[in-house]
Nanobody
């Protein structure tokens, strides 16, 4: 069973950048699709970006052109570089692994990290 640990969240001013990282355990990491999600207060969890086991990527409209998802199969990590951050990006960010790919990333119901808080001040 995969264990996922997010890091890199924090407080940043609008227009700033943060880099989130998700460290995954398990030998099957390199064969798994993965994704970043976020959940703002009072809202449902939503997909931000996904990446297939072989590096294909998907971004939601809110992330496109500002965020970059990447993975390192040697070190079992997945990152999310977030630039030009906006107050509406404020949320808890979660990584997910083992989901399916249907043009975008469908999360696995069980494999979630604990989340990392991102707060963007105006």
């Amino acid at each position: 069973q995969a264990q996922l640990v997010e890091s890199g969240g924090g407080l940043v001013q609008a227009g700033g950048s943060l880099r989130l990282s998700c460290a995954a355990s398990g030998r099957l990491f390199r064969f798994q699709n993965m994704g970043w999600f976020r959940q703002a207060p009072g809202k449902e969890r939503e997909l931000v970006a996904g990446i297939t086991w072989n590096g294909n990527t998907y971004y939601t409209d809110s992330a496109k052109d500002r965020f970059t998802i990447s993975r390192d199969n040697t070190n079992n990590t997945m990152d999310l570089q977030m630039n030009s951050l906006k107050p509406e990006d404020t949320a808890v960010y979660y990584c997910n692994s083992g989901g399916t790919w249907r043009g975008s990333y469908i999360p696995h119901r069980a494999y979630w990290g604990q989340g990392t808080q991102v707060t963007v001040s105006s």
